[in-house]
């Protein structure tokens, strides 16, 4: 399998970013930037192939750069994110995405959609509607993904940013996830419930190995006795604006190109 990953480097104005269901505390922006650094060269040593998408230095949250696309087999669903603020961080990544080969589709108004919303479990494609993704950009994912064989199940969101703020999935395809952020646990065929709210975020690495923020090590050894390794990065100031470890890359396995 060949894996390559989008990201995008963090902007001078990061300390700026949304938030929107916690309180404001302050970024340290030059240890945000060593903390991307730390988090590419962790993908790296595992496989990954990293491809930076244009920088933005004017656009605070873009280093989210999950939050542009979903991609699904050979097309990229583009995404209009529902902060105005936001919008612009599109252009350039659908430029990078492109470039794999990807088929591209745009979300078209009144559609929303923020990549963050939105959790593959295999074919299923779960895709949280809540401040940020609309019911008619879901309907709009919908329509570029179910005729590639996907199916789509819309997600009630209310306690968290993104879906993914509150659920992923392990490579078995178990959904993990901390239950005081989830609306609705029994959409769910398996869920784990972690102890921690940052043990909800995984990133695959590969079968075997997960890639978990440090902040959450009872979460880890949950993990670990599940048999997975776990890889832990520090992304202290991207927490403190919603992020998590799924928000700063697209993982694009199997790229058509690649």
Known sequence: MSK?????????????????????????????????????????????????????PGLPDSAFVEDTMVVFRDVAVIARPGAD????????????????GYRVVTIQAPGTLDGGDVLKVGN??????????????????????????????????????????????LPDGTIIGWPPAVDDVSLFPTFIAVPEESGSHVVVLDDHTLLLSADCPQTADVLRRRGYEVVTVDISEYIKLEGCVTCLSVRLRDAPTG
């Open 85 to 100: 603020e936001r919008k612009p961080e599109v252009a350039a990544a659908a430029e990078a995405v492109r470039s794999f």
């Open 124 to 169: 299923t494609i779960y895709i949280g509607n809540g401040g940020r993704t609309n019911l008619e950009g879901i309907a709009q994912v919908a329509a570029a993904f179910e005729p590639l064989g996907a199916t789509v199940v819309t997600v009630p969101l209310t306690k968290v940013l993104h879906l993914k703020s509150a659920i992923t999935a």
């Open 4 to 56: 390559f990953a989008l990201v995008r480097r963090p902007s001078p104005r990061l300390a700026d970013g949304l938030v929107t269901h916690i309180g404001r505390t302050p970024v340290d922006v030059e240890l945000a930037k060593q903390q991307w650094s730390a988090y590419v060269v962790a993908l790296e040593a595992h496989g990954w192939a990293t491809t930076e998408v244009a920088p933005a």
